[in-house]
Antibody
């Protein structure tokens, strides 16, 4: 059974940093591209970033480019999202998703507020 | 960016009826169009991939059709458990984009 478990969310002040993790199990992690998608409270879904299986290809939404960094450790079956210069508009539930969004984790909540 | 326009925004339904939800793309996405269901306080769940391909474990009352710019998600015999928000998403070009969603509510 595919499982994706996000962690690392929390309350952070504007301008500060936070690093999210997504621990994967139930599939061969190193064979799949991975993604971060977020959902602001009461709003729709927004794609944030994607990374290929070997980290050769990385893509970002314009709203986070230059501030967020997606990475992965295939030995640890873990996907990461390093978020810097956080803004109030980054407040959202952050999901990791496998491949072409076939499986999603339960999300981790990031709240940016002073 | 490809804009996906979903209609209607809200649909009031009666259990047992057949319904159709629309998703229109601002430019062709071929068949790189996927549908998700999101229940309150749950993660999105993939319902249909590549416009019309079924997903293992998803009830057969869900089906998808379309290509290019016009897509439809159909539910043949709505059940109470289907009251959710439905999103379409295109994977044809970056940035990947989602529609704003269609909310199914009980009439």
């Amino acid at each position: 059974e595919v499982q994706l478990v996000e962690s690392g969310g929390g309350l952070v002040q504007p301008g500060r940093s936070l690093k999210l993790s997504c621990l994967a199990s139930g599939f061969t992690f190193s064979n799949y591209g991975m993604n971060w998608i977020r959902q602001a409270p009461g709003k729709g879904l927004e794609w944030v970033a994607s990374i290929s299986s070997s980290s050769s290809y990385i893509y970002y939404a314009d709203t986070v480019k230059g501030r967020f960094t997606i990475s992965r450790d295939n030995a640890k079956n873990t996907l990461y999202l390093q978020m810097t210069s956080l803004r109030s508009e980054d407040t959202a539930l952050y999901y990791c998703a496998q491949g072409w969004f076939a499986y999603w984790g339960q999300g981790t909540l990031v709240t940016v507020s002073s | 960016d490809v804009v996906l326009t979903q209609s209607p925004a809200t649909l009031s339904v009666t259990p047992g009826e057949r319904i159709s939800l629309s998703c229109r793309a601002s430019e062709s996405v071929d068949t790189y169009l996927h549908w998700y269901q999101q229940k309150p306080n749950e993660s999105p769940r993939l319902l249909i991939k590549y416009a019309s391909q079924s997903i293992s474990g998803i009830p057969s009352r869900f089906s998808g059709s379309g290509s290019g710019t016009d897509f439809t998600l159909s539910i043949n015999g709505v059940e109470l458990e289907d009251l959710s928000i439905y999103y379409c998403q295109q994977g044809n070009s970056l940035p990947y984009t989602f529609g704003a969603g269609t909310k199914l509510e009980l009439k």
